[in-house]
């Protein structure tokens, strides 16, 4: 069974080429393949087949069923009814073109191909055409539409097999008549389809048309089904009848006689024809009821085929007949009948002109009107004049009585109007009697008229007055303008309208307008009568356009209109005469065709005299918008007077076309007025959409506007001239133009008519492409404040992309930057953009809805208050109410309206407003007061409230506009994008570029979003599928930020082995977005390589933010491997962009450096010359390595490789910089690039080198302060500038001296810093010259920085200038120090950071003076009384002045010894703090001034223990521990002799009642530890761990803190020492007496405090909390190791932590636990950089490993084994010696299967990391194993072939021709254990090497499966599963051939299913080539 959820892509196609084979071979190939149930494959199309997107629909039919259908596997007969089902399932929900193609295709494959599906599908088509079910009826006639074609489908196809089938044949010709029945009563689009599709059908099978003809014989036709008759009419009259006569004329010319052919084509033509004229006569003439219209057009082709004999003797008998017999069944179709024939009814009109007349006087008025169309039908097929005058006589004697008298006015009104319908009469050629009948009706009718008083009868006589008149010719009567002008003169307003619209119709005839000159002075008065009355206002308009008529042909009524200045009456007034405002109120017809034809006369004839007024270009544009307006009228004769006239415009005046083109442009605004009206209207007024006037106000269809603009624009010179194009192209793309979904139909329209008249616009735009954009993109395109006019600039956008993409797109981006205000949208401030979320009506400030202020009324009970918020307190006053509860409610529509449209809020706000308006009950009452304030005004905080609000509402109005502009931008860009894919695919990094930014806008995201998954419709085809999830990606890493990291963090392995297959199916699902486009990316990079370089650029803004994350993620590695894909230098990449992430990328993970370096290399490679700068990133990254792979990189540079790169300061001080990079090797590497580089420094480097000194890397800092001495030093004379430039910076970066200042705010001490770090390595550079500008400086800037780095760093550079430059200018920097020591202090803190560097500064000035100096005394005495400041860094600085100045002080005697006494005083006597401690430094600086041999020669250390045992005095025992503490920092180990001996004073003084003392000696403690050494460490340890043995729980107490201390030693005695004190503490944890467990936890806490590494002092608090109580808190700890993303190393304190956790762990009895631990192991050997710190503990570790290693649960085994292996791999073999032995023997030994599979893979595992040299050394005796004579050990030994290739690699198959015969030996064994130990193996060997070492793997494969071909079968069998399950069908065939051959049957049928459920996807394009498989294996 197929699966139903594959894709359909991967169905093979049954066309698909495949390797031939032998006859034999084929044949067993083919009845190998399975047949295919195509039940899934519908199964998953009908949860598709409903989808709304076209895209599915397609991909449902063609892709999938369509597929499936040409694979010849597919059973398509069992599955033939569903599939019809399914078909007809889409029958009225498919009704765009694609989708019902889709559908076509798919029916035409399966009737091609299954008989059951041609059974099932007409069944459906009848069953659907007889009921076709309850559809909506916009959609009824596409639904019978595409039934029609289904039926033409089916028997175009198998029409043979269905005509053989009577039965059905006949039903199915009568569904077909009943289709075409309904759909000729259609609308037009629909009818034109219908009978295509049959016309084609039977064209294309000409052999359907006899039996068609025949089954209409056979059954009767009738009204339902006559509709058949047209395209068989068509057929046999139009096809067959020109399929004989060109036999005729070829053949028969050349023979003399017609072919036989074409005689039987003649025979069945005729006998059609002959048949269907007996049809037409029966059904419609001779029908007892009235025939439908629909049944007339279906006999179409034979009425206009029709000859006179068949109309004489067949048609017309009988149509005179039945019109006498009964003319109201049969008047429109014998009207229909005279229409349509093409022959002379001169003959035959006489006649039934009696029966017409008669009906022509029928009471019933539309009967009257029928019989009146009938005569004009006959009139206009009749050319004989006297049939014409005969027909005249007799309605003129109908009129005199001769039928009998006329009473009723009706009467005489319908014979007028057929009178008036004979004028219609056709005269070809010149007819001299024509115009002499035509002036004797006139005649007659001018004298009827003085006849009658009738209003109605005489309207008649006018109206075919007028048709007459225009008939006359030359011949006009002479009486006609008499006539004329009496009837203007003296008739009333009805009937001098109807004598104007007779001389309209008579005007047609010029020689009536010469005869009609003399009435120009009563049309003349009309006009002016129109124009004054509004009443008169359409007579008006004909007697102006009649007499400008008559002025175009003649001189003098022209200057009469001009001396009675008509025009300027017509054309002036608002509005104007002549204007659009007159149209609603024409509507009949012929005014409005009169309305017309007055526009035409004016701009053609009288254009001089229009254009001579002051307003002659408002004139003449008014005039246009009214021609154009006619242009979309609803009534289409006046649309089609309109284009023709507008077509005269453009043939007369260029200048006219450009006028009615702005006039289009001019009428689209209100009509989008009228459409936003209607859109937004809730009511509904049916009276008024059925009135004339709401017909023409309405707004017209978008076809009408459409085709006006064609008529407008269609023209060449709109096609040559750039600029009116590209207004033609904004209007052509107008909603209202083009409406719809597709928006550039009438532009394609336009295009075409262009190209017709042979003018290519593609060529006009592309030379001006600019002019384009910035039309497209102004104020009447996208810039516009009209919406529907930016949306039609967009879809204008989308053309020109798509018309002339090449040229169009950069100027289009360049405009849109300017429209788009994108530095106005990335202005904005936090503040605007909450005014801009404010609702209107509301203050930003305001939290709550605002109450208005009144003045209290004493009559009325209501709150009062200024400023009042909802939920704000009320007044306590006993007569107010609270708010009434519905008030509050009213601040919901206005927050709900916060982020809408500005319309939304507005309303919200309206809506707010009447909820708070609602006041009180009171208030509401009729007799209630009226506040004060509101009658005498608003209050002072009211009106500043309302100023308040209109500034922000200007606010709000600026920020909606940037809104717009920048919403239109990115729309644009995105519609721009999708117009034209395939050329956006290479402007894909540029667009996104461009839109990225905007995601995280807090106005457009949205659009932002959408226009960006527009962008990423143009990936390369191999992403395109994930174009939403790429969009989705790159707004997820825009908006992530820091959380990405988090989101994206490394899944934890033993999630995944454990949970199984659910697990991975769990995080599938909650994977994010960015997954899945990482995945899809790299599953395209493996399948075709790498992606295009647009689409990769367009993708890597993901890549780049994923990298850029703080931690590893479990995509880093998927990521690395697409970028080693994209790195050729021969393509366009963001290079620098991937240069710089990749910088970070190393920074973050360092074991990435092996992967990174060579894609660095390569994108190198491809850098230009302007582009160094940018790779030279990497120089400032804070590690070394980083900056190391940088400089290796950037060698690869062409340029700079060649040695051309040019010249750059910012490339000079980088490389300049490098070259003192702290690390020696990236200094080497600096040097060689700075010569390749091969320019010179300049001196403009302080910029540059600036900058990198407030670089966040101290490292980097170091080289450029570095880098700036020795450009000092190289440009000397830059000295002083560049100390001004590093002063500048300092004062800069410098804090704010606020009290708001906190020290984590300070985030610029890297700078000062720098400055300081410049100062100091500028020392040796520095002159006296800048002595005192430097000192001066650092005391009055510097060294009172709140850092204490940077202060530090300030002293240090103070003392090494003054090392340097102190000895020759003690006398210029003495008074410096001196006078600030002698300064009071200000600010007593920053007095005492200052005093501090000055102190030193002063002693290290005085180390350059003689001892016998006096100022040494001085400063010494100095120096002594700064002692005294209660400031410890002071006092430090202090001590560390003093020894330079002690051998001045032993040159005294009795001086050492007394400055050592004063000092010893002071630390045990003094009573103050400050003193005690300042003299314990003191003392120490002058004991290490005068040597180690004045502690025994002063008793120095016998004063300390004598105040240590003063139990009197707590300040003497704290200033001794203070000495101890000084004595042992300032010695450092030298004091360790004398540790031992205060050891124990130490430990008595942890127990002090005084809490002074008891913390100096915690501080002491960690001094004293803190610089012991090796030796010393060993010398004192014992004694304390014997301590905690003591029974008396302080002196447990006391060496447990001291063994807390030993925390603080120097980092290689840690290691030493935690081994031993860490387990001791965690058993004193135990310990009965509480402060004893308290003093183990703080020492342990003590430990974790100095963990160097950041990750793990993270984990402190939960390591301990595993160490105290392991079997509640170990799993999470080893939860949280394995979580952690180590950066950095691991250093002893951390191991002293982990250790005891993983210990107890692997002891424990889960699973779980003990996985965790090993990994944990395995990982930490990695992460330590100085490996013996973990020999201490590899005693505790190995026996827990071991046990591990053969732990029953093979995910331990596995975890336990790899840790071996890293064990091995870091610390070596000599540490575990015993390791392999003791595996060896395990694997041989006669323990469990499991114990010998744990100790093979761990021993896999140990030799992969010992290499190839160990493992070949050993390989002999492992095949030797696999050999034994022993079951056991065969089994062992073969195990372990199982893990070896996993754990060597491709290395391993250098020894598969050793091992394979081993292996497969071992297959054949007669233990089944082996046996299986061999297979496993084998399986192994087939995954890993299948490929690489085919040969080999064949070989032996093929000796083992003829070996067992008659055996069970189970090593092929199994060897073949392997291979086919990577799809490695070469490997697989011989296997397989062997298992499906030899397998017993139950056996070949599970080989068969395999090859179902594999090979259907696969094999079909693998297994066959195999042949070419067994000549290699041979």
């Known amino acids: 069974m197929v699966d139903a959820s594959a894709p359909a892509s991967e169905v093979p196609a049954a066309s698909e080429p495949v390797h031939k084979e032998s006859g034999s071979e084929a044949e067993a190939n083919a009845e190998a393949l399975p047949v295919i149930d195509m039940v899934p494959i519908l199964e998953l199309a009908e949860a598709r087949v409903c989808s709304c997107s076209v895209k599915d629909r397609v991909g449902v039919f063609d892709a999938s069923i369509s597929s499936a259908l040409d694979s010849k596997a597919v059973d398509v007969a069992s599955a033939a009814p569903r599939l019809a089902s399914l078909i007809f399932q889409t029958l009225p929900i498919y009704v765009d073109r694609r989708s019902q193609a889709s559908v076509e295709r798919v029916i035409v494959k399966a009737l091609k191909r299954e008989t059951a599906f041609v059974k099932a599908f007409a069944g459906a088509l009848v069953q659907a055409c007889a009921k076709p079910g309850s559809v909506s009826a916009s959609v009824a006639g596409l639904v019978r539409y595409k039934l029609l074609k289904w039926s033409c489908l089916l028997l175009r196809e198998r029409g043979d097999a269905i005509v053989g089938v009577r039965a059905a044949f006949s039903r199915l010709v009568v569904a077909q008549g009943t289709l075409l029945t309904v759909a000729l009563g259609d609308e037009p689009r629909m009818k034109r389809a219908s009978l295509h599709a049959v016309n084609e059908m039977l064209g294309t099978v000409p052999s359907l048309a006899p039996p068609y003809l025949a089954e209409v014989k056979s059954t009767p036709v009738t009204l339902t089904t006559v509709g058949i008759a047209h395209p068989l009419l068509t057929y046999f009259l139009e096809t067959k009848a020109g399929e004989a006569g060109g036999a005729t004329g070829a053949e028969g010319v050349a023979n003399g006689t017609a072919g036989d052919g074409a005689a039987a084509a003649l025979d069945i033509a005729s006998e059609a024809k002959t048949f269907f004229l007996e049809t037409y006569s029966k059904l419609v003439l001779t029908s007892r009821e009235r025939p439908p219209h629909v049944a007339s057009e279906a006999f179409a082709p034979l009425l206009q085929a029709v000859r006179h004999d068949d109309f004489k003797g067949a048609l017309f008998p009988t149509a005179a007949k039945m019109l006498k017999r009964n003319p109201e069944l049969i008047m429109d179709a014998v009207g229909y009948l005279l229409s349509t024939v093409t022959l002379d009814l001169s003959a035959y009109a006489p006649e039934l002109l009696p029966t017409l007349a008669l009906q022509a006087r029928h009471q019933n008025a539309a009967t009257r009107e029928e019989a009146i169309a009938v005569v004009a039908a006959a009139a206009k097929q009749c050319s004989d004049s006297d049939s014409i005058r005969t027909m005249f006589a007799y309605l003129k004697g109908v009129l005199a009585g001769k039928e009998g008298k006329l009473t009723s006015a009706y009467q005489k009104v319908g014979v007028y109007q057929a009178l008036r319908a004979l004028s219609s009469f056709s005269a070809p050629g010149p007819n001299a009697m024509a115009p002499a009948v035509a002036a004797d009706v006139a005649e007659f009718l001018m004298g009827a008229y003085a006849g009658d008083t009738n209003e109605e009868v005489l309207a008649s006589i006018l109206s075919a007055l007028g048709e007459w008149l225009a008939r006359t010719a030359r011949q006009a009567p002479a ?55 509004p009443t008169m206002r359409l007579d008006g308009v004909y007697a102006l356009l009649l007499a400008a008529s008559v002025a175009a042909l003649d001189l003098g009524s022209e200057e009469k209109l001009g001396k009675e200045k008509v025009w300027q009456l017509v054309l002036q007034g608002d509005p104007p005469f002549l204007s659009t405002s007159i149209v609603p109120k024409v509507t009949a017809e012929e005014d409005l065709l009169a309305l017309l034809e007055l526009v035409e006369v004016v701009l053609l004839h009288h254009s001089a005299s229009v254009s001579s007024g002051h307003a002659a270009a408002v004139s003449t544009n008014e005039l246009c918008r009214l021609a154009v307006h006619l242009l979309w009228h609803p009534l289409s004769s006046v649309r089609k007077a309109a284009h023709t006239m507008v077509a005269r415009f453009h043939a007369i005046s260029p200048l006219l076309s450009d006028s009615l083109l702005d006039a289009l442009s001019l009428s689209l605004p209100p009509l989008e007025d009228l459409a936003a009206a209607a859109a937004i209207s809730t009511g509904d007024a049916p009276e008024a959409a059925a009135s004339p006037e709401a017909a023409v106000d309405r707004l017209p269809p978008p076809q009408l506007l459409g085709q006006a603009l064609l008529v407008v624009a269609g023209t060449g010179a709109v096609a040559e001239r750039v600029g009116v194009a590209a207004r033609v192209m904004l209007l052509a793309h107008h909603k209202l133009v083009a409406g719809g979904r597709r928006r550039d139909v009438v532009w394609q329209e336009l295009i075409r008519a262009w190209q017709r008249r042979a003018y290519e616009v593609a060529a006009t735009l592309a030379a001006e492409p600019v002019v384009v954009a910035k039309i497209l993109t102004g104020p009447v395109g996208l810039a516009s404040s009209r919406p529907d006019q930016a949306d039609a600039a967009i879809a204008a956008i989308q053309s020109a992309m798509r018309l002339i993409p090449s040229e169009f797109f950069q100027p289009l981006v360049t405009e849109l930057e300017a429209v788009g205000q994108r530095k106005e949208h990335d202005a904005l401030t936090e503040s605007e953009i909450k005014i801009f979320n404010t609702p209107e009506g509301m203050l930003s400030a305001e939290d709550g809805v605002y109450v208005a202020a009144v003045v209290r009324d004493k009559n009325v009970r ?113 519609a721009a994008a999708a117009a034209n894919p395939a050329f956006s695919h290479d402007q894909l990094p540029q667009l996104v570029a461009s839109i990225l930014p905007f995601l995280r806008s807090p106005l457009i995201p949205s659009q932002a979003f959408d226009a960006l998954a527009l962008v990423m419709r143009c990936l390369s085809p191999a992403l395109q599928p994930f174009s939403w999830e790429v969009a989705s990606a790159l707004c997820s890493v825009s908006l992530a930020g820091e959380r990405l990291a988090e989101q994206l963090k490394e899944e934890s392995v033993e999630g995944g082995e454990e949970e199984g297959g659910e697990g991975k199916r769990r995080r599938r699902k909650e994977e994010s977005v960015v997954d899945r486009v990482v995945r899809a990316v790299w599953s395209a990079c493996k399948e075709g390589g790498s992606l295009p370089a647009a689409t990769f650029g367009a993708v890597f803004p993901i890549f780049e933010r994923v990298l850029r994350a703080n931690k590893k993620t479990r995509l880093h590695d998927s990521i690395l491997s697409i970028l080693e894909l994209h790195t050729s230098p021969f393509i366009s990449l963001p290079r620098l962009a991937m240069i710089s992430v990749l910088y970070h990328v190393l920074g973050r993970v360092r074991i990435y450096h092996a992967r990174v370096q060579p894609i660095l290399r390569e994108l190198c490679r491809g850098l230009k010359a302007d582009e160094i700068g940018g790779a030279l990133e990497g120089l400032f990254a804070e590690q070394a390595h980083v900056r190391e792979a940088c400089l290796e990189a950037v060698k690869y540079i062409p340029t700079l490789a060649a040695g051309k790169a040019p010249q750059d300061p910012y490339v000079a001080c980088a490389l300049w910089m490098a070259q003192y990079d702290p690390e020696p090797t990236n200094a080497e590497a600096a040097e060689m690039v700075w010569d390749m580089y091969g320019h010179q420094l300049g001196s403009e480097y302080a910029p540059n080198l600036i900058i990198s000194l407030g670089n966040q890397s101290q490292e980097v800092r170091l080289a450029a302060a570095e880098a700036m001495a020795a450009a000092m030093d190289e440009y000397r004379g830059t000295i002083q500038s560049s100390l001004s430039s590093l002063f500048s910076l300092y004062v800069r970066d410098a804090p704010p001296q606020t009290a708001m200042w906190r020290p984590q705010d300070d985030a610029t001490w890297h700078s000062r810093e720098g400055v300081a770090l410049a100062m100091r390595a500028a020392a040796d550079v520095l002159t006296t010259k800048e002595l005192p500008l430097v000192a001066t400086f650092l005391i009055s800037k510097a060294l009172g920085d709140p850092n204490e780095e940077v202060r530090r760093r300030m002293v240090e550079a103070g003392s090494a200038i003054i090392n340097r430059h102190g000895k020759e200018n003690v006398g210029l920097l003495l008074p410096i120090f001196e006078n600030y020591l002698d300064r009071k202090a200000d600010n007593e803190h920053s007095y005492d950071l200052v005093r501090e560097g000055v102190v030193v500064f002063l002693g290290a000035l005085a180390k350059h003076l003689a001892p016998d100096d006096p100022k040494v005394s001085l400063i010494l005495s100095r120096l002594l009384e700064v002692l005294n400041t209660p400031s410890e860094a002071v006092q430090r600085a202090v001590s560390d002045c003093l020894p330079p100045l002690m051998p001045a002080i032993s040159l005294k005697e009795g001086g050492a010894q007394a400055l050592i006494s004063q000092q010893l005083k002071a630390l045990l006597t003094s009573d103050r703090f400050a003193e005690r401690r300042g003299a314990a430094f003191g003392l120490a600086g002058v004991v290490k001034g005068l040597g180690l041999r004045s502690i025994r020669d002063h008793g120095v250390l016998q004063a300390l223990v004598k105040g240590v045992e003063d139990k009197s005095s707590p300040k003497a025992r704290e200033g001794a521990l203070f000495g101890f503490e000084c004595l042992s920092e300032k010695l450092g180990r030298l004091f360790e002799p004398y540790v031992i001996h205060i050891l124990p004073y130490l430990l008595v003084c942890y127990s002090d009642q005084a809490t002074p003392v008891r913390e100096a000696t915690v501080h002491a403690s960690r001094c004293i530890m803190g610089q012991l050494s090796a030796p010393g460490v060993k010398l004192i340890l014992p004694a304390l761990l014997k301590g905690l043995e003591e029974k008396a729980w302080r002196s447990k107490q006391g060496s447990v803190q001291l063994l807390g201390a030993m925390a603080f030693c120097a980092p290689r005695q840690l290691s030493h020492c935690l081994p031993l004190v860490v387990p001791k503490l965690s058993e004193v944890l135990t310990d009965t007496h509480p402060k004893v467990q308290a003093a183990a936890h703080t020492s342990l806490q003590q430990v974790g405090s100095v963990i160097r590494n950041p990750e793990i002092a993270a984990l402190v608090p939960a390591l301990l909390d595993g160490i105290a109580n392991p079997n509640k808190h170990a799993k999470a700890c080893l939860d949280l190791l394995l979580q952690t993303t180590f950066v950095n190393s691991i250093d002893a304190a951390s191991l002293a932590l982990i250790i005891p956790i993983i210990h107890r762990a692997l002891r424990e009895r889960s699973s779980d636990i003990k996985k965790r631990a090993a990994q944990i192991v395995g990982n930490t050997v990695s992460l330590v950089t100085d490996h013996s710190s973990l020999l201490p503990y590899l005693h505790l570790l190995l026996p ?19 840790a071996f292996g890293s064990l091995v791999r870091g610390i070596g073999e000599h540490e575990f010696s015993d390791l392999v032995p003791w595996m060896l023997q395990t694997i041989g030994s006669d323990a469990s299967s499991v114990e010998r599979s744990g100790a093979a893979q761990g021993l896999s595992e140990v030799l992969g990391s ?154 079909t394009r693998c297994w066959l080539p195999c042949t070419s498989c067994d000549r290699t294996c041979r």
Do not use: M
């Not at 104007?500 to 005869?515: I, S, T, W, Y």
């Not at 307190?873 to 509860?885: A, Q």
């Open 1810 to 1963: 010992l290499g190839r040299h160990r493992f070949e050394l050993l390989l002999p005796d492992l095949l030797a194993g696999c050999s034994h004579k022993v079951a056991t050990v065969r089994d062992g030994h073969l195990t372990l072939f199982k893990y070896l290739p996993l754990s060597f690699g491709a290395p391993f198959q250098n020894y598969l021709p050793q091992v394979l015969p081993a292996i497969l030996d071992g297959l054949a064994d007669e233990n089944e254990s082996v046996r299986d130990a061999a297979l496993a193996a084998g399986h192994v060997l087939v995954q890993e090497y299948a490929i690489s070492s085919l040969p080999c793997c064949c070989r032996q494969w093929r000796r083992v499966c003829s070996a067992t071909a008659g055996g069970s079968g189970r090593a092929p069998w199994s060897c073949w599963a392997t291979c086919s399950s990577r799809w490695q069908a070469r490997q697989a065939r011989w296997c397989w051939r062997v298992a499906v051959t030899t397998r017993a049957p139950a056996q070949r049928r599970r080989a068969g299913r395999f090859w179902t459920c594999w090979g259907w996807r696969g094999a």
């Open 1744 to 1762: 827990g490993l071991k046990k591990v290693l053969l732990d029953p649960h093979p995910d331990v085994r596995t975890v336990a084994a790899k």
């Open 862 to 974: 209501q709150s009062r208050g200024k400023l009042k918020l909802y939920g704000a307190e009320l007044d306590d006053d006993d007569d107010e109410e609270p708010p009434s509860k519905p008030a509050p409610a009213a601040a919901a529509p206005a927050k709900k309206a916060i982020g809408a449209t500005p319309a939304a809020r507005t309303a919200a706000g309206a809506k707010a407003g009447a909820g708070r308006g609602a006041g009180k009950k009171d208030a509401a009452k009729p007799g209630a007061k009226k506040p004060a304030a509101a009658e005498g005004g608003k209050t002072a905080k009211e009106e500043a409230r309302e100023a308040l609000l209109l500034e922000e509402e200007g606010v709000r109005e600026r920020v909606r506009g940037i809104q717009r502009h920048t919403g239109v931008l990115v729309r644009a860009l995105g």
């Open 479 to 533: 009486a006609t303008s008499a006539f004329v002008t009496a009837r203007l003169a003296k008739e009333k307003e009805t009937l001098r309208r109807c004598t104007l619209r007779c001389l309209r119709l008579a005007f047609r005839n010029p020689h009536v307008r010469e005869k009609l000159v003399p009435c120009v002075d009563a049309l003349v008065t009309l006009v002016k009568s129109g124009v004054s009355k």
